[in-house]
């Protein structure tokens, strides 16, 4: 039985009345941009900060208190994403943010917070972000934290572990910290948090000889710090000053993303930098275009989608049926058109004699522009039929930007150094850029479209997309959760490349269709990164349901199991054309950081919808 006999009418209506709610989210210059919602660290840290600076505001603070107070569960824990472990760095931060905020240590809500932190290990075993923040507090020590020296700043860009060794988010983290660990500013708060303390010493992991041999270069390096080369000093920190000032981005913040931004704004206050300083004002306002509030409290933003949003709109619109020449279409391609990068970031390090030609993730960072983005918006601007010259510089920049071994990264290429990871300070989230799966797949669906199924970058690009197969036939997703992530764009990659019937796309089916749900919907809890056990298992989503749809149809399949996930979409959708998706299915660091995209939920089940309702119409 296929769906044209089941539920096509009613996947229909569905797709008309979510594509109307689609077009009613978009901006009067032609964007989408949808809640980008993180964990409470991002809240507790905006709090810090501004007390470091002598900023806490007593009604912003009241507002982000209650926000942080919402998050918190019955057993007194924080997590990283909804319905997830308690963490304990997420759960510390947040009880040191609500005594800022003035709430007492002994309230029922505090206890418990305190009580789960200890339970955890205490503070001596969180993150060495977290600790970090606390000796910006005067509640930790920077002599018990590892050293950043500013030094690493006059290494070469092609030495081993100079700052181009990084990720261009933690490059710019990096070397902001390098700058606060030197100077070790301090704006002690009037209270202790003593009983955040387990008393235990935390039990690390064993080293490798790497890993033992940069514990003793911290070692020498706390030593180097009693007495640094006063020249030799001076020069680094102004190499590295220059540095985070040249790489501000035109809305005030550094890569558009939160923990450079704070960091550089600590950096260059510790630096001497007054806060009427024309960077640090334009950093500090620029603080406002992240903040929303509303009954519920004060929250920041960790970064924003709108480029991104804008693409994935674009194409999910086409592919609901709306026409290429729909001034709706046009108005959000011009503005795709003119989000274009036309200046070298530090992308260029690498790739010297490659032209600009890329698109960022965010309305202002084009010292980064994002490979994924330009993959998504070539799709967009070419189906469009807008901004010809502008996709074609795009094609012409992915192309540069290919890895040596065949993929693709979101922002650098060769960003694989696997020296930083072995750093003492590096126990938070990912610090380098390697290719990836789903970004792989992006870049080769709009190479397809662009008739370059046969390019030689394209076939090495299949060849890499094709042995990061897994052993049950999904593909690992690096940018969005997890599994099924990856499978929904590897799928349609390898098909828009004429492999439709290879038998890589026949075993992601089959394991598609072993990992489906009960009620016909997918889902994966975001604990798959670390545990097995959790692959492709979760509650049913609205998009991880669509992204196993993208699949499933560019595959061909016309069955049960498609059947059965268009009914589950049709189901849950709501009465004005949306689904609700509390759960996290954004990934900003695997296992570390994760990200509720608020327009996931409106985007995927539009394309995939569209998709079906097309292909079984041409069936009928």
């Known amino acids: 039985m ?28 032609g964007y989408w941009k949808g809640e980008l919602e993180t964990n409470v660290t991002i809240e507790s840290e905006d709090l810090f900060l501004r007390h470091y600076l002598g900023l806490l505001d007593a009604r912003q603070t009241a507002a982000t208190a209650r926000w942080i107070r919402s998050r918190q569960r019955e057993d007194g824990s924080f997590a990283t994403f909804y319905g997830g472990p308690a963490d304990l760095s997420t759960t510390a931060e947040s009880y040191v943010a609500l005594r800022l905020a003035g709430d007492e240590p002994e309230a029922e809500h505090m206890r418990r917070a305190a009580q789960v932190v200890r339970d955890l290990g205490g503070l001596e075993s969180s993150r060495v972000f ?67 303390r387990s008393g235990s010493t935390p039990q690390s992991a064993p080293l490798d000889v790497w890993g033992r041999a940069f514990t003793l270069l911290d070692r020498a390096l706390h030593r180097y710090e009693r007495r640094p080369l006063r020249a030799l000093r001076a020069r680094a920190l102004r190499r590295a000053e220059q540095w985070i000032v040249a790489r501000q981005e035109a809305d005030g913040s550094w890569g558009g993303i939160q923990p450079p931004g704070v960091w550089s704004i600590v950096a260059l206050r510790s630096l001497g930098y007054p806060l009427d300083h024309p960077v640090l004002a334009k950093a500090l306002a620029g603080f406002d275009a992240f903040t929303l509030e509303d009954d ?30 729909d001034e709706r279409i046009s108005r959000a391609a011009r503005w795709l058109t003119a989000r274009e990068v036309r200046v070298r970031g530090d992308w260029s390090v690498q790739r010297p004699d490659l032209a600009p030609g890329g698109f960022p993730f965010e309305f202002a960072n084009d010292n980064y522009p994002d490979i994924d983005d330009t993959a998504e918006i070539v799709l967009a601007l070419r189906r469009a039929g807008v901004g010809e010259e502008a996709a074609s510089r795009g094609v012409a920049w992915l192309l540069g930007m290919q890895s040596s071994n065949g993929g693709w ?87 828009a490349c004429g492999l439709r019937d290879h038998p890589s796309v026949r075993r992601a089916v089959e394991w598609l269709t072993s990992v489906q749900n009960e ?15 959790w692959r492709a298992r979760g509650t049913s989503t609205a998009s991880q349901t669509a992204w196993a749809l993208l699949a499933l149809v560019a595959a061909g399949e016309n069955g049960a199991v498609t059947e059965r996930a268009v009914g589950w979409l049709v189901r849950t959708q709501r009465d004005d054309g949306g689904w609700d998706e509390p759960m996290f299915t954004g990934t900003g660091f695997p296992g570390d950081f994760y990200i509720n995209y608020h327009l996931y939920r409106q985007l995927f089940p539009v394309s995939a919808l569209g998709r079906v309702v097309k292909r079984e119409g041409g069936n009928r």
């Open 2 to 29: 296929t769906v044209v006999e089941t539920t096509a009418t009613a996947a229909e209506a569905a797709l008309e009345r979510a594509r109307e709610h689609l077009l009613s989210l978009q901006q009067a210059d």
């Open 130 to 196: 977290t600790r970090m923040w606390l000796a910006l507090l005067g509640l930790w020590s920077w002599h018990d934290v590892p050293v950043l020296p500013p030094e690493q700043m006059l290494l070469p860009a092609r030495a081993p572990l100079s700052i181009y060794s990084f990720g261009c988010w933690a490059r710019q983290t990096v070397v902001a910290l390098q700058v606060v660990t030197a100077l070790r500013p301090a704006r002690a708060v009037d209270f202790a948090v003593d009983e955040l």
């Open 296 to 325: 519920d409290g004060r929250r920041i933003e960790a970064c924003q989608s709108p480029v991104w949003d804008t693409a994935l709109a674009v194409i999910a619109l086409l592919d609901a049926g709306i026409e290429p020449a």
């Open 409 to 495: 990264a979101a922002f650098d290429a060769d960003n694989t150094s696997r020296l930083v990871n072995k750093l003492p300070f590096c126990d938070f989230g990912e610090v380098t850029d390697p290719p990836s799966a789903d970004v792989t797949a992006h870049v080769l669906e709009a190479l397809a479209l662009e008739g370059l199924a046969e390019h030689p970058a394209a076939r090495r690009g299949l060849d890499y997309l094709l042995g990061e197969q897994e052993a049950d036939g999904s593909w690992f997703g690096r940018w969005g959760a997890n599994y099924l992530y990856g499978t929904g764009a590897a799928v349609p990659a390898l098909v």
């Open 519 to 533: 009620d016909g919907g997918f889902g994966e809890d975001l604990r798959s990164y670390r545990d097995p056990a």
